[in-house]
């Protein structure tokens, strides 16, 4: 009762306040940031708790079954992912347009706006549904296996329950913040030698197909190396110009953030959905 003598007064109730103008142009900006910020923007708080619920979910889906780690898979999820980036940033543009005047909403303010980025980009923290990363490569050092140029798609939960293994191609970091792509040849308890080009791995002469054509055989030997129970040995393909553990050292578990899939991009186009995962 006391709402409604209130509205007869004119003055605004606590849920109403006076008409506002939608601004299709607004609703636009407010969908490239993404998030569902658009339908929040148009008073449409329904609608993005919906789009985000099925967003994550389905992210999450294909991230647990490990759709995107194959090539069709992984160009199947980047169409979708730019249908429903698409439908979050046109939807809340034509409901703008279509209903120019519309009463505000409690949380129609920027401190809400800010809140709701805040609050999804923690959740983003929480909630990892990127498993199937993509990296650029800018040097030659993986010849001929992985080519500067190439954009590779690399399985960031590989290693969460199973150990890097002889022959994978991985994601790895030997200076704080500097990311490179290496092969493993040597895993914990093995013992790695190189005799110029040659690898011995625990006495053994290990035939490496995969090694650059053009590879020097009077590269330096590499003394024998029992690697610790926590250490791998890796090694470029295209030995002559790569730093790896002949330099660095071994490398700890947690240095190595993922399997190399396959090839996304490339310059060359014969490379495109080229599978370097040996399963």
């Known amino acids: 009762m006391a709402e409604a003598i209130t509205a007869e007064m004119g003055k605004a109730t606590p849920s109403s306040g006076a008409p506002r103008r939608l601004h299709p142009?607004?609703?636009?900006?407010?969908?490239?940031?993404?998030?569902?910020?658009?339908?929040?923007?148009?008073?449409?708080?329904?609608?993005?708790?919906?789009?985000?619920?099925?967003?994550?979910?389905?992210?999450?889906?294909?991230?647990?079954?490990?759709?995107?780690?194959?090539?069709?898979g992984w160009y199947a999820l980047l169409v979708i992912v730019a249908l429903m980036w698409l439908v979050q940033l046109v939807h809340p543009v034509a409901l703008a347009w279509s209903r120019p005047v519309?009463?505000?909403?409690?949380y129609n303010r920027w401190w809400c706006y800010l809140?709701?980025?805040?609050?999804?980009?923690?959740?983003?923290?929480?909630?990892?549904?990127?498993?199937?990363?993509?990296?650029?490569?800018?040097?030659?050092?993986?010849?001929?296996?992985?080519?500067?140029?190439?954009?590779?798609?690399?399985?960031?939960?590989?290693?969460?329950?199973?150990?890097?293994?002889?022959?994978?191609?991985?994601?790895?970091?030997?200076?704080?913040?500097?990311?490179?792509?290496?092969?493993?040849v040597g895993?914990?308890?093995?013992?790695v030698e190189l005799r110029g080009a040659l690898l011995i791995r625990n006495g053994n002469p290990i035939d490496e197909p995969y090694l650059n054509a053009a590879e020097?055989?009077?590269?330096?030997?590499?003394?024998?190396?029992?690697?610790?129970?926590?250490?791998?040995?890796?090694?470029g393909d295209y030995r002559s110009i790569s730093s790896d553990s002949r330099h660095r050292g071994p490398l700890a578990r947690d240095q190595i953030y993922g399997r190399v899939e396959f090839v996304a991009y490339s310059r060359s186009s014969d490379r495109f959905a080229l599978v370097l995962a040996p399963d």
């Open 25 to 72: 142009g607004v609703a636009f900006l407010c969908g490239l940031l993404g998030l569902g910020l658009g339908y929040v923007y148009v008073g449409r708080l329904a609608y993005a708790i919906v789009f985000i619920l099925v967003a994550y979910l389905w992210l999450l889906g294909v991230a647990w079954t490990g759709l995107s780690l194959d090539p069709v």
């Open 102 to 106: 519309a009463q505000p909403k409690a």
């Open 115 to 184: 809140g709701w980025i805040v609050a999804l980009e923690a959740a983003s923290l929480l909630v990892s549904a990127d498993r199937a990363r993509s990296y650029y490569i800018p040097s030659g050092a993986m010849l001929p296996t992985v080519q500067p140029g190439d954009r590779v798609v690399v399985d960031t939960w590989r290693y969460r329950d199973a150990a890097p293994a002889v022959g994978d191609v991985v994601i790895c970091e030997f200076d704080e913040g500097t990311l490179v792509v290496k092969r493993v």
């Open 187 to 191: 895993v914990p308890g093995d013992t």
């Open 216 to 235: 020097s055989t009077t590269l330096p030997d590499f003394a024998p190396l029992t690697l610790r129970s926590d250490e791998f040995f890796v090694l």
